[in-house]
């Protein structure tokens, strides 16, 4: 199939699958006319990135995953590496889900104490 037929079969762009091609992630052949041809394995594929890419995992760490990759859903045979990607993907997500918490709090605690100045010069203002 075409380029415009797997997107059409797939709801991904054109420009993301070229993009996908030059990270190593799809292989299409190429036609005597030079177009690019895919499989009907490539819609399978295209899947699989879409949901690891949606996990928050960079297109090297897929790369590394794909050919781990058995079928539509997170189902991954457990290859050499992959628990350690996986592993090392979830460590970083937690530490940066830690730091936007602590930056929340922070930012509560300055609202906070900016909103009670604001009642304290609020009745200061008022006053005649």
Known sequence: MLIGELSRRTGVG???LRYYESQGLLEPDRGANGYREYAEE???TVTQIRGLLEAGLSTEDIGL???CATGTGPDIAPCTELLDVLRARLR????RIDALTRSRQALRSYLS???RASATYAVCDSAP
């Open 92 to 95: 970083g997500l937690d530490e």
């Open 42 to 44: 490539a819609i399978l």
């Open 14 to 16: 054109t420009h993301l």
């Open 65 to 67: 995953l794909l050919p």
């Open 113 to 115: 104490a900016t909103e």
